[in-house]
């Protein structure tokens, strides 16, 4: 057992119990120092990064714990010991910024609605649904787009993907859903739902950023130039949306 392994698995009596027979008095308990605290939450957001990283290049079968573990520069008992198993850490890499974009979004399309009510507009309800995602893509640095390469690896794994899609996305999602069919009263919710499954596929792809574009259309169009993308994405979503209406019968 390496030297951390002892320390996170040794009992905290034998400690006491030596400086008790030293006269020195006992360890105090309660919450850690601040610094101690501090140093925990660093070396956790360490590991994520890390693991972000590694996750949206490799996806979750290509990637290792220890592979994590060296990236971080920490032991791989620390990574065990703060997250579990693999598929804990994917989870929790997961949802540290599926919970910023999300709530972005609600609050967002929450906003334009309270601000013009009765006038909202699919090209509205979609430039306030989707810019938080591509603001972040542009504006968040490196793990943001770490994460939203790690996305569209997501949504499109058979596995697991659609229930990880899920239980992080889908409170968004059908707030977005309930606000279009309000503009669209003549869809269905079959109509709603598969407009924005197309809409989900190519916003993950977009914001994986996979250089595909740039190839097809010899660099006429770049996939990187998010802001076009983000523009782009607004219009063609809202035509799809209502070119699909009346494909599904109402219930």
Known sequence: M???????????????????????????????????????????????DAAEDLFSKHGFYGVTIREVAREAGVDTALVHYYFGAKRDLFDAVFLRRAEVWNDERVAAIDRYVERVGDAMTLEGLLEAFLRPPFEWSLKGGPGWKHYAALVAQTNANPTFGGETMARYFDPAIRRLIELIARVLPDASEVDLYWGYHNLSGALTLTLGETGRLDRLSGGLARSGDLETAGDYMVRFAAAGFRAVVGMSPRR
Do not use: F, N, Y
């Open 2 to 48: 390496s030297k951390l392994d002892a320390s996170i698995a040794a009992p905290p009596v034998a400690a006491a119990r030596r400086k008790a027979s030293t006269g020195a008095a006992p360890a105090r308990r309660g919450r850690p120092p601040k610094a101690q605290a501090k140093a925990a939450g660093e070396t956790r957001d360490l590991i994520l």
